[in-house]
Every structure is written in structure tokens, then in C-alpha cells.
């Protein structure tokens, strides 16, 4: 044998490079590559089918009337063990009828090892959470359990048990998402049964630093706002009419968490939220809904003096506001209590509707934030949005926010106003933006947007076309509208080239 193929190093990378299915066929070529070519086969686990079809196939012998033979299992264990000690990761998704026979296994034999996956880091797993399941996890709850992704439906008391233990034989967890259908939110008893069971073991678990749940109450929330390690928050509050009124918390919240995701189906549940602090201190809030909003602008309007009263104005560097869905146009006076976080350095508001919003009223909002890095404030121009900035506004932002690398924002592109393509904006320009997203912004002369937005982002590639959709833009609309449509997504395409054809006269010119 050449000693190249004694380097154990260099036999396991040619077995992460190795097609899946080839896998077995190159363990059994030879002794010095069965083992990293077993680690590569083994590592990830996209079901538990796997850990019974390596078992002989008469390991279960059916009896007439139902009953099970159980012959040789205690032998069984050191064939299983070959294999689930080399597995670094599992995903289970839906029901699966081994995980009654891998339950029955471990139900029949005396002689089950602690441990079945010593080196375990990853377990996803979405299943209907019934007692075989539980039996499964109690070997997959191990101290090397670094990321945890369960999704439960109907779970089982037993199943709850095991959770409940997650605290103790998983100390090292570090990321954890618990989550439920949201149809089972509809079901109070559900959430207050369920919820008791995830919480204690939360709060046991003293290196977790990544968390998505959904609203546990308001004790859970006591104890999350104070942990330590915790740096991600992503809570569901679809749960929160469960609990009833929320008791006011007379201390601050989220000191050393980095991020607080808030995902709800009304604005209210997040406004009744945050107003329960005293004060919140987190460096970056991200607001998340799921359903349109109703009286629009009243409860914008109140969401974002409560977010003026209870967050503090020096920490927030970052904040996302995502309404996709929203069924009416959003004006930016709205959002201009957002001036009090004048080290926000990333700032996106996403709205189905579009925001009207004037030149005047764009250099306003971001005179406040001379650190901006990341501005997205609007991806689509709805047909009746009557207020679009120019390339004025544009490079009154360019000259206001000097630190920006990531734009999206629609404009009329078509409303020059005395800018010399050539030279637009005196010399105005950002050498550091390396995304542009225009969305379906208007457009007539491709030629003069590419020469203006060569000089003002003299490095930029091209403008982000992934957000203007096609099939989306053309939906429902007449064949003469859809035409129009087309010929904007067309003029975009042909900006692009320009673009590029900029750059290889640069580079030619260099050289």
C-alpha cells in the first residue's frame, strides 16, 4: 500500500468528497479507509432508518397473535454502537414506524449502554412527540448536545418528561428551538401544559446563547431576561393571549442579549410586550408579522412611541420592522421616532405597500444616523404610492450616511432635475457599497442610471435584481400591463450590462 493512503487525514477528506451512496462500497475496499469512510457515511443522519437496517433483518420475529421473539440483543448493541458513535448530527421529520421497533430494542434488552450517540452536536426533530419517541431521545439527550430543533404537536406525558430533563443531560446546549403548528395556538390548555415542561429546563441550561420558544409566560420571560449567555431571542407571541394581562417587570430586560426577535400576528401583542419593561437594552430588535395589520397607521403610531419609551436610545444599533403582508400605504412619519437611536448603524422596514416617501423627507430620517451601514427601507412601489425620492435624495443619503455598504429603496429614476449624468452630485460618491436593490423602481434611459450610479458607487458590480419578481409583479394584471412590466425588468438587465461593460473599461484602463 502507498504510505499516501496511510494518512488518515487525507483519507477522511476523500471521504467527505465521496458521493453518499458510494460510501459503503469504499469501507469495505480496505481496512485503512473503513473507518473515515464509515465517519463520512454516518456523520449526518437525515432519519433514524439508518440504525435499523444496519440490524440483521430476522432481529424481530413477528408471532402469530402479535407477540415479538427477542433473540442475541444484548450482542446487537456493540454492532449498533459501531455506528452511532461516529454520529454527529440527526434529523427526524413525520411519523415513523422504527422508531416502534428501534423503542422495542431498547424496551427488550437489560444490556443498553448509556449512551448510544456519545458524540452527538446536532438533533432535529419534528415528529408527533409520542412516547417511542421519547424512549429515542432519552439516548439522544447526551452532554456533547450542542443545537436542538424540536417541533411538538401532541405530545405524550412521557415525551414532556424527557424534555423536561433537557437541563441536566444536555448542559452544554448552546441552541435551542422549541416550536408548536400555530393551528395548536388556538388551544389554551395546550400552551399552558406544554409550556412548564420547556421552561424549567431553560432555565437550567446556563451556556445557552441561542434561543427561538414561543411566549412561555411571564415568569419564563423573568428569567430569560436575565440570563447571562443568552445572545438571541426569538419569541413567538401568538401564545401571549394564553397567559392574559402581563404583569409590568420593575427591572431591566436583555442587558447582554445582542438580538430580540418578536414575531406576532398583531402589533398589539408586541406593543403590550415591550411596554412590560422597564427598560430594554438590547443591541438589536427585530420585529416580525405574520398577518396584515388593522387602523394601520393608530397602532403603528403606538407601537413606536412605546418602542421611544422602553428602549434604550444608546444600545439599539440595529432595527427591523417586517410587515409583508400590510394592506395599506405606510407614510414615513410613522417611523420618525426612530431619530432617538442615534447610533443605529443597520435599519430595514419592509412593507407589502410601499412607504411614500419625498427627497426631504429621506435626508430627515437619516441626518439622524450618520453610522448607518445598512438602509432598507423599501423593496416595492405599490401603484398608488404617489411619493417616490429621486437621485436627488439619493445623493443627499450618500453625502449624510458616508458608512453605507447595503441599499435597498425604491425611486423614480426618471425625474433627473438638472443632474448631469456624467457627474451627478459634484463628486458625491460611496466607494464601499457592495449591495444595491432598487426593487421595481421607475426607469426610462437605462444608459443614464448606469453612468449615474457608476459615479456615485464607483465600485458597485450591478443592481440587485432578486427582489423585482417577475412572475410576482405580473400576477393578475392585464396583457398590456404585463408588457409593462417586462420592459421595466428588461431596462434593469440592460443597466446591469452597462455596468459591466463600465468595469472591464476600468480594468482595461488600469492595466
Not at 410601499?354 to 445598512?374: D, F, H, T, V, Y
Request: charged share 20%; with cysteine.
Amino acid at each position: 500500500m502507498h504510505p499516501v493512503l496511510r494518512n488518515s487525514e487525507l483519507m477522511s477528506m476523500i471521504s467527505s468528497y465521496t458521493h453518499h451512496g458510494s460510501l459503503p462500497a469504499l469501507a469495505s475496499t480496505c481496512r485503512t479507509i473503513e473507518h473515515p469512510a464509515l465517519d463520512a457515511l454516518w456523520r449526518d443522519l437525515q432519519s433514524v432508518e439508518p440504525l435499523v437496517k444496519c440490524l440483521p433483518s430476522d432481529l424481530f420475529a413477528i408471532q402469530v397473535g402479535g407477540g415479538h421473539e427477542t433473540s442475541g440483543f444484548s450482542s446487537m448493541w456493540d454492532t449498533l454502537c459501531k455506528y452511532t458513535s461516529r454520529v454527529y448530527s440527526i434529523s427526524q421529520s413525520g411519523r415513523s414506524l422504527v422508531m416502534e421497533c428501534l423503542n422495542l430494542l431498547m424496551l427488550s434488552c437489560p444490556f443498553i449502554p448509556v449512551s448510544l450517540f456519545p458524540h452527538l452536536r446536532k438533533l432535529t426533530w419534528h415528529t408527533d412527540a409520542t412516547q417511542h419517541d421519547a424512549a429515542f431521545l432519552r439516548m439522544a439527550f447526551v452532554p456533547s448536545l450542542l443545537f436542538l430543533d424540536i417541533q411538538i404537536s401532541s405530545p405524550s406525558f412521557t415525551f414532556l418528561s424527557v424534555i423536561s430533563s433537557l437541563g441536566a443531560l444536555c448542559p452544554h446546549l448552546k441552541d435551542m428551538t422549541v416550536k408548536i403548528p400555530h393551528a395548536n395556538y388556538e388551544s389554551g390548555d395546550l400552551i399552558r401544559k406544554i409550556s412548564p415542561f420547556i421552561a424549567q429546563p431553560i432555565s437550567q441550561l446556563n451556556k445557552l446563547r441561542k434561543l427561538t420558544v414561543w411566549d412561555l409566560g411571564d415568569q419564563a420571560i423573568k428569567h430569560l431576561m436575565q440570563m447571562k449567555t443568552l445572545q438571541t431571542l426569538s419569541l413567538d407571541l401568538i401564545a401571549s393571549p394564553v397567559w392574559g394581562r402581563r404583569s409590568h417587570l420593575q427591572f431591566p430586560g436583555f442587558d447582554d442579549s445582542k438580538l430580540l426577535r418578536l414575531i406576532s400576528d398583531k402589533l398589539e401583542y408586541v406593543s403590550d410586550f415591550l411596554d412590560s419593561f422597564q427598560v430594554v437594552r438590547t443591541k438589536r430588535i427585530d420585529i416580525r408579522l405574520t398577518c396584515p395589520s388593522e387602523n394601520g397607521s393608530a397602532i403603528l403610531s403606538h407601537f413606536f412611541a412605546i418602542l421611544k419609551e422602553r428602549c434604550d436610545n444608546d444600545n439599539l444599533s440595529s432595527f427591523t420592522f417586517v410587515d409583508p403582508l400590510s394592506k395599506f400605504p405606510v407614510k414615513l412619519d410613522v417611523f420618525m421616532s426612530l431619530h432617538a437611536y442615534h447610533n443605529l448603524s443597520a435599519l430595514t422596514i419592509w412593507t407589502d405597500y410601499g412607504i411614500s416617501i419625498s427627497n426631504q423627507e429621506l435626508c430627515q430620517l437619516a441626518r439622524a444616523w450618520p453610522k448607518l451601514k445598512m438602509l432598507n427601507i423599501s423593496r416595492f412601489a405599490s401603484t398608488n404610492q404617489t411619493t417616490l425620492h429621486t437621485f436627488h435624495g439619493l445623493i443627499d443619503l450618500i453625502h449624510l450616511c458616508p458608512s453605507l455598504i447595503y441599499l435597498s429603496l425604491t425611486i423614480d429614476t426618471t425625474k433627473l432635475n438638472g443632474i448631469d449624468p456624467q457627474c451627478p452630485g459634484g463628486g458625491i460618491c460611496n466607494n464601499n457599497l457592495k449591495k444595491l436593490i432598487l426593487g421595481n423602481s421607475c426607469i426610462d434611459s437605462p444608459l443614464n442610471v448606469a453612468l449615474i450610479l457608476s459615479a456615485l458607487f464607483p465600485n458597485l458590480f450591478q443592481v440587485g435584481l432578486d427582489y423585482l419578481d417577475k412572475d410576482r409583479a405580473t400576477m393578475g394584471l392585464l396583457p398590456h400591463q404585463k408588457k409593462s412590466v417586462m420592459d421595466k425588468w428588461d431596462k434593469w438587465t440592460t443597466v446591469n450590462s452597462i455596468l459591466g461593460g463600465f468595469r472591464v473599461v476600468k480594468k482595461r484602463a488600469v492595466s
